[in-house]
């Protein structure tokens, strides 16, 4: 059975960090592209970062580069989301999928096989 379980959400002040950390079980990383993604209230779900299992090479929406780092550990299957001087606008539900081959990972376009159940993110200003 596939599974994504994110864990590290929480409450945190304007210019703080928080990581984030998505479990897979069920497959290989290396055979898939993982992404993360955040849906604000009222808001359609948007792509923020996207890690391929194939080659470790990875993207970053505009709104993140330079302050979140995704990052995999191929031992523990797990795929981690590093974001700093977080902002309150970074405010959502965050996600982690899974899509083989990563075309859509690739655009940062929120369509994977597999889903995680979310995990909020509160920055307060």
């Known amino acids: 059975e596939v599974k994504l379980v994110e864990s590290g959400g929480g409450l945190v002040q304007a210019g703080g960090s928080l990581r984030l950390s998505c479990a897979a079980s069920?497959?290989?990383?290396?055979?898939?592209?993982i992404g993360w993604y955040r849906q604000a209230p009222g808001k359609e779900r948007e792509g923020v970062s996207c890690?391929?299992?194939?080659?470790?090479?990875?993207r970053y929406s505009d709104s993140v580069r330079g302050r979140f780092t995704i990052s995999s550990d191929d031992a523990e299957n797990t795929v981690y989301l590093q974001m700093n001087n977080l902002q309150p606008e970074d405010t959502a539900v965050y996600y982690c999928?899974?899509?083989?081959?990563?075309?859509?990972?690739?655009?940062?376009?929120?369509?994977?096989?597999?889903w995680g159940q979310g995990t909020q993110i509160t920055v307060s200003g």
């Open positions: 999928a899974a899509e083989r081959g990563g075309y859509y990972c690739s655009g940062l376009v929120p369509k994977a096989e597999y």
């Open positions: 069920g497959f290989r990383l290396d055979d898939y592209a």
């Open positions: 890690i391929f299992g194939s080659d470790g090479s990875s």
